[in-house]
């Protein structure tokens, strides 16, 4: 049953179009170069109030990306059920002008269907997104990582099929080394199924992308590149000059360790804080810059635990 409210978009949106949007290599579609992530934030265990003023923040913005997986919460599939409420009480009058992506491969649910690359997992798996975000397709649907233990051409095949069922309209890799990444683009390029983005990890202290080939071979052949964590998870911003908020990621000592701010990575922070300064850039906008400004790279893939943190990222369009 729908749940509306008064939300009604900001009619600016859209007036700094140019400044926004990015051609996703040579497909049809275009991406806003800041993108928000729902892997923290929003899940059950977060202000329901606060994500819904993230995502209304966003939208009003330009931003028209939203990349979610099966298991962003926690508890595992929260991130998803905050959006499909969202989406029930605010957004349905917007589905059409949003890019709204999941994925399957890591674990999800218990036994032997519910983890890595299978067919019956991602099929299983992203019909579970859909029921939980309240729609009846996605625009994008990943393979999150790489099985080595399922064929290639099993999880490629689910993907097709995924966008052939009108489940999801494109198809995304995350995580995958170079050559199966390109025995992927091969096959779905054959299957009249284009890969339209990799997902990997890339930011100023982790350039992984760069140095084994994955963002030239994406830019080379006409596929996307979107960067997740390009904060490193919040390290490359202010949050950490002054010690370790009890609010942050890196207090919650799970998915950020405080073992990672040495005294040699906080003076690494200290000299990127002098260097966005004397850009006239926000420490956070000059960390999100320098991966903008590497060939291939359609978007960055941000998290925000608050409207302020997001409209400082957003704001590196205005500066780039
Ligand atoms: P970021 O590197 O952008 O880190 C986000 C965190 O940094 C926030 O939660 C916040 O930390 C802090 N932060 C953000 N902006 C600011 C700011 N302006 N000033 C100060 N601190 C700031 O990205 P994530 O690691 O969150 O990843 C982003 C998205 O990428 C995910 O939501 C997901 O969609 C995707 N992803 C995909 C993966 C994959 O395997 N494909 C893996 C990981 C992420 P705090 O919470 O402490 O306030």
Same mark, same amino acid.
């Given at each position: 049953?729908?749940?509306?409210?008064?939300?009604?978009?900001?009619?600016?949106? *859209?007036?700094k179009?140019?400044?926004?949007?990015q051609?996703?290599?040579?497909?049809?579609?275009?991406l806003?170069?800041?993108?928000? /992530?729902? @892997?923290h934030?929003?899940?059950?265990?977060?202000?329901?109030?606060?994500?819904?003023?993230?995502?209304?923040?966003?939208?009003?913005?330009?931003?028209?990306?939203?990349?979610? &997986?099966?298991?962003?919460?926690?508890p595992?599939?929260?991130?998803?059920?905050?959006?499909g409420?969202?989406?029930?009480?605010?957004?349905?009058?917007?589905r059409?002008?949003?890019?709204?992506?999941?994925?399957? $491969?890591?674990?999800? @649910?218990? $036994?032997?269907?519910?983890?890595?690359?299978?067919?019956?997992?991602? =099929?299983a798996?992203?019909?579970?997104?859909?029921?939980?975000?309240?729609?009846? *397709?996605?625009?994008?649907?990943?393979?999150?990582?790489?099985?080595?233990?399922?064929p290639?051409?099993?999880t490629?095949?689910?993907?097709?099929?995924?966008?052939?069922?009108?489940?999801?309209? *494109?198809?995304?890799?995350?995580? @995958?080394?170079?050559?199966? =990444?390109?025995? &992927?683009?091969?096959?779905?390029?054959?299957?009249?199924?284009?890969?339209?983005?990799?997902? /990997?990890k890339?930011?100023?202290?982790?350039?992984?992308?760069?140095?084994?080939?994955? =963002?030239e071979?994406?830019?080379?052949? /006409?596929?996307?590149?979107?960067?997740?964590?390009?904060?490193?998870?919040?390290?490359?911003?202010?949050?950490?000059?002054?010690?370790?908020?009890?609010?942050?990621?890196?207090?919650?000592?799970?998915?950020l360790?405080?073992?990672?701010l040495?005294?040699?990575?906080?003076?690494?922070i200290?000299? =990127? &804080?002098?260097?966005?300064?004397?850009?006239?850039?926000?420490?956070?906008?000059?960390?999100? &810059? @320098?991966?903008?400004?590497?060939?291939?790279?359609t978007?960055?893939?941000v $998290?925000?635990?608050?409207? /302020?943190?997001?409209?400082?990222?957003?704001?590196?369009?205005?500066c780039i």
């Amino acid at each position: 049953m729908s749940e509306q409210t008064t939300y009604s978009a900001s009619s600016q949106r *859209y007036d700094k179009y140019d400044s926004i949007y990015q051609r996703c290599g040579k497909s049809g579609v275009l991406l806003p170069k800041v993108s928000l /992530g729902m @892997w923290h934030n929003f899940g059950g265990n977060d202000s329901y109030e606060r994500s819904r003023d993230v995502l209304h923040y966003a939208f009003d913005h330009g931003i028209t990306h939203f990349d979610l &997986a099966n298991n962003y919460g926690p508890p595992y599939g929260t991130a998803e059920i905050t959006f499909g409420k969202i989406m029930d009480q605010d957004f349905r009058p917007y589905r059409d002008e949003m890019f709204i992506s999941t994925k399957a $491969g890591y674990d999800m @649910w218990p $036994g032997p269907y519910g983890n890595f690359g299978s067919r019956k997992y991602l =099929l299983a798996s992203l019909d579970q997104s859909l029921k939980r975000m309240r729609l009846d *397709y996605v625009d994008l649907f990943y393979s999150h990582r790489y099985d080595p233990l399922t064929p290639e051409e099993e999880t490629l095949q689910a993907l097709v099929d995924a966008v052939c069922s009108g489940k999801a309209l *494109y198809v995304g890799i995350s995580n @995958w080394p170079l050559e199966p =990444l390109k025995r &992927a683009e091969k096959y779905l390029r054959e299957h009249d199924v284009p890969l339209l983005i990799y997902q /990997g990890k890339l930011n100023m202290l982790d350039r992984e992308p760069i140095e084994s080939g994955i =963002l030239e071979f994406c830019c080379e052949s /006409g596929v996307g590149f979107i960067a997740f964590s390009p904060l490193a998870q919040g390290l490359l911003t202010d949050r950490y000059l002054h010690g370790i908020p009890a609010d942050s990621r890196m207090a919650q000592e799970k998915f950020l360790r405080s073992s990672r701010l040495t005294p040699e990575m906080l003076e690494y922070i200290r000299t =990127l &804080a002098k260097d966005a300064v004397a850009a006239g850039r926000t420490t956070a906008q000059q960390a999100l &810059a @320098w991966v903008l400004q590497q060939q291939g790279v359609t978007s960055v893939l941000v $998290g925000a635990s608050s409207v /302020g943190q997001l409209a400082d990222n957003i704001s590196v369009m205005d500066c780039i």
